[in-house]
C-alpha cells in the first residue's frame, strides 16, 4: 500500500480535532469530573465542596434503598434478557423458515428497534393507563392489577415496557445468526437427525452461541443504561423507589437531590459491577463457546 | 434387471433404487430435472456427471429427500421414499463442503446419527472406533473440524457417512475442495471402500476424469435431462451424442461441421469416406483427438499451429478449412509449429451426429 505523506506535522491534529473535542468534552471530562464528585461533599447550594475520602461510598452502603435499586437491576437485567432473548430467538427462527413475503416479516419485526426508549415508556404508559390501557385492563380481570402499590405489578409493567423494544434487537442478530450457519450442516443434520426440535437444541442453538453471548451482554448494558428514558416514563421509581434502576437512582440523587457526591459514587460502583460482569461472562461462557 | 409393471400397481421384479419419471420444477418454475427414470443396481457404484447447473445435485437431493420430488416416484430396496423423512431413508451423504458440526468432536460428529437413531453408547463407541481406524483418523477423535487439515475433514465425513452402514451412500462432489493430488488419492480411496463394502453408492461430479475412473456406470446429465447411460467404456466409445461426444474425452473430441452425400463427408475441400451410403445434410463429424492416424503417408496434409508438450504425449493444434481440431500423439514425434503433417481418418473410429437433433447417426 502507498503511504500519502503530507508536509504539515499538525494537519492530522485539526482533522482529528472535532472528533477528539467530542470525545473530550462528552466522555473524559464527566469522567473526571464523577471521580472528583465521588470523592467529595458538596454543599446543597452549589457554594461549596470539600474532600470527604471514602465517605460517600460508607453511604451509599449503608443506605437500604440503593440496595433495592441494586436488587432491582439484577431482575430487571436478568427478565429482560431473558424474554428479550428468548422472544427473539423465537422470532428469529420462525422469520427465517418463511418462505413468502420474508423481507415483510423481517421489516416489521426489526421496527421497533427504531424507536427511543422514551417513546417507548410513552407508549407503555397507554397501555397500563387506569382509564383506557389495554393491558391494564387485562391484568386487571385477572388478578386486581396496581403497579402504584404492587412490587410485583410494577415490576410486570417496566418489563413489558422495556422488553418490547429490545426484542427486536434479539431478533436481528439472532436471524443474521440463523443465516451465517452453513446451509448444509443443517441438511447434513436433517439426514443424521429426525426431529426438529432436538436437531434445534443439538445443531442450531450450539451454532448460535457467538450471537448468543453477544446478546447477553447487549441485553444486561441496556437494561443497566438505555432503560432510563422507560423508567422516567412510565413508574419513575414507584411504588416508592421499588422500580429504581442503578442508573435511574444515580440521577434522581444526583440532579433532583442534588447529592453529586453520592451520584458519583453510585457512578463509580455501576462501573466496577459492568466490569465484574463482563469480566465473569468473558471468563466462565465465552470458554464453552464454539466460534467458526 | 428391467423395471416391468402388470397394472400400475403390481410390480414383478424391482432393481435396489429405481427413479421414475422424477421431475423438478422449482418454486421460480425453473425446470431442474425433466422425466429421469433410472435403475441402480444393488451395490452398484453410480456417477452422475454433466455441467453445473444440469440438475445433477438436484437429483442427488432428492434421492436423499433434502428436496422436494415435484413428479414422479423414488423407490428404494422395494419401497417408495418419496415422503418418507430423510433421516428414515437409511441413505448417507458426503457434501462438497464436508459440511461438519464445528462445535462437535470427530468423534460426536460421527456418533450423532446413530445417538439420534437410539443405539447403545457402547454399539457406538464400537462402531466409531473400527470406522475411524479404517479411514486412519483414530488419532484425531478428540479434534474439532477447525483443527483439521482438508483431507481430514474429508475423512471424517466419510467416516460420518460410512459408520451409519446405510444402504446407499450419496456423494455430493466431495472431492472439488481438495487438491489436485490430494483429490487423487482420495478418489482412489473411496473406489477402495466401496469396492471393499460393497454398498450401493450415488457420486455427482462435473469432472468427466472423476466420472471415468470411478463409476461402474455413468449417467451423464444435461438441461436436466439423462443423455446417457452406459459403463465408463460405452459411454467413451459409443457417445449417443453429440453432447456426450464432447463432454467425455480429454481432449476434447474433435467436431467437424460437415455435409454427408453418399457416404463422404466433406470437411472445407478435405473429403472423408466413410464407407456407407448415408445422405446428410448437417452433419458434426466427431473423432477423437488421439484416434488421428499420423502416418508420412497419410491422405491428408495439415499445417501444426500450434503444438503442446506434455511429456509423454504431445497435442497438436491445427485447422481443417475455419474448423480447428487437435490430435494427440507421442511427443517422440519430432514435430514443431510451423511443421506440416499427414494423416488419416479412419471411418472405423469416426463419430456421426445429426445437427438438427445431436443424435448418434
Not at chain 1, 47 to 72: E, M, R, V, W
Not at chain 1, 99 to 117: E, Q, V
Not at chain 1, 147 to 161: H, L, T
Not at chain 2, 322 to 339: H, R, V, Y
Amino acid at each position: 500500500m502507498k503511504k500519502v505523506q503530507f508536509k504539515s506535522n499538525y494537519s492530522q491534529y485539526f482533522f482529528l480535532a472535532p472528533q477528539l473535542l467530542i470525545l473530550l468534552i462528552f466522555l473524559y471530562w464527566p469522567i473526571i469530573q464523577t471521580f472528583k464528585d465521588a470523592f467529595t461533599m458538596q454543599d446543597a447550594f452549589g457554594f461549596g465542596s470539600q474532600f470527604a475520602g471514602f465517605d460517600n461510598f460508607l453511604f451509599i452502603f449503608s443506605d437500604p434503598s440503593y440496595f433495592t435499586a441494586f436488587k432491582f437491576t439484577i431482575i430487571y437485567s436478568f427478565v429482560i434478557t431473558l424474554i428479550t432473548g428468548s422472544i427473539g430467538l423465537l422470532l428469529a427462527v420462525q422469520a427465517n423458515k418463511v418462505m413468502h413475503g420474508k423481507s415483510a416479516y423481517k421489516t416489521l419485526l426489526i421496527w421497533p428497534y427504531a424507536i427511543a426508549p422514551a417513546v417507548v415508556g410513552v407508549m407503555a404508559n397507554y397501555f397500563f393507563s387506569e382509564r383506557y390501557g389495554l393491558l391494564h385492563h387485562l391484568f386487571n380481570n385477572l388478578w386486581g392489577f396496581n403497579w402504584y402499590e404492587n412490587v410485583f405489578d410494577a415490576y410486570i409493567y417496566v418489563i413489558i415496557a422495556g422488553s418490547w423494544k429490545q426484542i427486536s434487537a434479539n431478533f436481528i442478530f439472532f436471524l443474521a445468526g440463523l443465516q451465517a450457519i452453513q446451509k448444509t450442516v443443517i441438511e447434513a443434520s436433517i439426514i443424521d437427525c429426525k426431529s426438529n426440535i432436538r436437531r434445534f437444541w443439538t445443531i442450531t442453538f450450539p451454532l448460535l452461541m457467538p450471537t448468543t453471548f453477544f446478546l447477553i451482554i447487549i441485553n444486561i448494558t441496556y437494561a443497566f443504561f438505555d432503560t432510563f428514558g422507560i423508567i422516567d416514563t412510565t413508574t419513575i421509581g414507584a411504588p416508592g423507589s421499588e422500580t429504581k434502576t442503578l442508573v435511574y437512582k444515580a440521577y434522581i440523587d444526583g440532579f433532583k437531590g442534588l447529592d453529586l457526591g453520592s451520584a458519583g459514587a453510585q457512578s463509580i460502583m455501576m462501573m466496577i459491577i459492568v466490569l465484574v460482569i463482563t469480566i465473569f461472562q468473558f471468563r466462565y461462557i465465552e470458554g464453552k463457546i464454539h466460534y467458526n | 434387471m428391467v423395471y416391468q409393471r402388470i397394472n400400475s400397481n403390481r410390480k414383478i421384479k424391482m432393481s435396489f433404487l429405481e427413479l421414475q419419471n422424477i421431475t423438478k420444477i422449482y418454486p421460480n418454475g425453473t425446470k431442474a430435472v425433466n422425466e429421469t427414470s433410472l435403475n441402480i443396481e444393488n451395490g452398484e457404484f453410480v456417477v452422475f456427471v454433466g455441467p453445473s447447473g444440469c440438475g445433477k445435485s438436484t437429483l442427488l437431493r432428492m434421492i436423499a429427500g433434502l428436496e422436494d420430488i415435484t413428479n414422479g416416484e423414488i423407490s428404494l430396496d422395494g419401497n417408495v421414499i418419496n415422503n418418507i423423512d430423510p433421516s428414515e431413508r437409511d441413505v448417507a451423504m458426503v457434501f462438497q463442503n464436508y459440511a461438519l458440526y464445528p462445535h462437535m468432536s470427530v468423534f460426536n460428529n460421527m456418533a450423532y446419527g446413530l445417538k439420534n437413531r437410539g443405539i447403545s453408547k457402547e454399539e457406538i463407541n464400537n462402531k466409531v472406533n473400527d470406522v475411524a481406524k479404517l479411514l486412519e483418523i483414530d488419532q484425531l477423535l478428540t479434534r474439532k473440524p477447525s483443527m483439521l487439515s482438508g483431507g481430514q475433514r474429508q475423512r471424517v465425513a466419510m467416516g460420518r457417512a460410512i459408520v451409519r452402514n446405510p444402504k446407499i451412500f450419496l456423494f455430493d462432489e466431495p472431492l472439488s475442495n481438495l487438491d489436485a493430488k490430494l483429490r487423487n488419492q482420495m478418489r482412489l480411496e473411496i473406489k477402495r471402500l466401496q469396492r471393499q463394502m460393497g454398498v450401493t453408492s450415488i457420486f455427482v461430479t462435473h469432472d468427466q476424469t472423476e466420472a471415468m475412473t470411478l463409476g461402474d456406470r455413468i449417467v451423464v446429465i444435461n438441461n436436466g435431462v439423462v443423455e446417457q447411460v452406459g459403463t465408463p467404456k460405452e459411454i467413451y466409445s459409443k457417445p449417443n451424442t453429440k453432447f456426450v461426444a464432447e463432454f467425455i474425452g480429454s481432449p476434447q473430441m474433435n467436431l467437424f461441421n460437415c455435409i454427408i452425400e453418399n457416404g463422404i463427408a466433406h470437411i472445407a475441400d478435405m473429403r472423408i469416406n466413410l464407407n456407407n451410403s448415408t445422405n446428410i445434410d448437417d452433419a458434426s463429424l466427431g473423432i477423437r483427438p488421439d484416434d488421428i492416424l499420423i502416418s508420412d503417408n497419410g491422405q491428408h496434409t495439415c499445417v501444426a499451429n500450434l503444438v503442446e508438450y506434455l511429456g509423454s504425449d504431445m497435442i497438436i493444434y491445427s485447422k481443417i478449412g475455419d474448423q480447428e481440431f487437435s490430435c494427440k500423439l507421442s511427443s517422440k514425434i519430432n514435430l514443431n509449429a510451423g511443421d506440416t503433417f499427414k494423416f488419416d481418418i479412419s471411418s472405423t473410429l469416426v463419430h456421426l451426429f445429426d445437427n438438427t437433433n445431436g443424435s448418434r447417426v
